[in-house]
């Protein structure tokens, strides 16, 4: 068969290990030939490729970032955009297309397999939000890397007796935040699920304080939001999808907590690091199990569909089921993060 593969959105780390996978699967195993579209749907649109083979696909599995290289393109929002994508596939000749991405790029496989176009999803999100899985690679990665940063601001905000707020990434989900927050021992860990109480955070830091801890960490989702100013931005301008760029819930927090309490309070921002650099074991080995399992969806002929992880097993849901909602944290831990937190009578 001859499979287009592309990959679309933020990217992650693990994006070269799927990619890698299916190719190896399907070259070794079919005799597939494969055409990779470079950025996204970008480049579909615009027809620009390369060819994914065993020579090109070796030695990516560590690498984060994509070979593909990856973009925000909204091709709803481009007059004619999907009559383009489909002379474009249609003239490379493909049976299936492959599309590595999130909810965005995956609302974009949905429309096209309406058209008929024959695709199969794989979930890459750091923020861990597409329903009907149980996880999408990347989102251990941006975890481990955010407890490091956790774990790390520990000691420097013992030192200085100080209130570090760390602002992670996650968009409308909690993921990130109550996951490295947990695993690094926050004291206070603030998601988009629950409006903030910064009543509630300050109290909690002044416990600490008033039980001999001079120092208090708090973990920010970047979507977390006071309830009368709503999500943070970094401007207003918006993505070709509508999302707007948070930003900043961290260091807001930061100064309504030292002006709160009067201890001194720094914040910092971890950003894209939580992107960067090479998958860990556990995203490699998601990754890979995905990236095998979309080639074989492909040869199984069962399209417009997205390959998923249930509790340890990998299976497949329609493309619609997995951009109807976006997952976000549950009550289970939410609890969890509660049961470490002192009572308000306490
Ligand atoms: O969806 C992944 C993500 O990293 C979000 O957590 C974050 O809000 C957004 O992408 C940042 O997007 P960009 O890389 O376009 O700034």
């Known amino acids: 068969m001859r499979v287009g593969m592309l990959t679309g959105g933020g990217d992650c780390p693990g994006l070269n290990a799927v990619i890698r996978a299916a190719v190896r699967k399907g070259i070794l195993h079919h005799g597939d030939e494969f055409v990779g579209f470079m950025e996204g749907w970008r480049g579909v649109l615009d027809d620009v ?39 474009v596939l249609g003239k490379h000749k493909l049976d299936a297309l492959i599309a590595l991405g999130g909810d965005d790029t995956q609302s974009i496989s949905l429309a096209l397999s309406e058209k008929g176009v024959k695709c199969v999803g794989v979930p890459k999100t750091i923020d861990n939000d597409l329903n009907g899985t149980d996880a999408c690679f990347g989102f251990d990665t941006a975890v481990g890397i955010a407890t490091e940063a956790v774990d790390r601001l520990h000691s420097t905000a013992e030192a200085h007796n100080r209130v570090m707020v760390c602002e992670v990434m996650g968009r409308d989900a909690g993921w990130i935040a109550i996951t490295a927050g947990i695993a690094g021992g926050a004291d206070v860990i603030l998601v988009p699920e629950v409006p903030i109480d910064i009543e509630e955070v300050c109290r909690l830091v002044k416990y600490r304080r008033e039980h001999g801890k001079k120092f208090s960490i708090v973990v920010a989702a970047e979507g977390a939001q006071f309830p009368e ?60 199990r995905y990236g095998v399992a979309a080639i074989d969806l ?40 509660k049961s470490l937190q002192p009572l308000a009578s306490s």
């Open 298 to 337: 492909v040869h199984a002929g069962k399209f417009g569909r997205l390959v998923v992880l249930k509790g340890t097993e990998i299976t497949d849901i329609p493309l619609a089921d997995a951009i109807a909602k976006t997952r976000t944290v549950g009550e289970d831990l939410l609890t969890v993060m």
């Open 49 to 87: 490729t390369m060819p994914l083979t065993l020579e090109t696909t070796s030695g990516i599995l560590h690498r984060g970032g994509t070979i593909l290289r990856s973009s925000r393109t909204n091709v709803k929002k481009i007059s004619g955009g999907f009559e383009k994508c489909v002379e």
């Open 229 to 288: 100013t709503g999500q943070a931005t970094h401007g207003t301008a918006v993505d070709s999808f509508g999302h707007a760029r948070l930003s900043g819930i961290g260091q807001a927090l930061a100064e309504e907590i030292e002006k709160r309490t009067g201890y001194e309070t720094r914040s910092v921002n971890l950003g894209h690091t939580q992107r960067g650099g090479t998958p860990s074991a556990y995203d490699r080995m998601l990754a890979t």
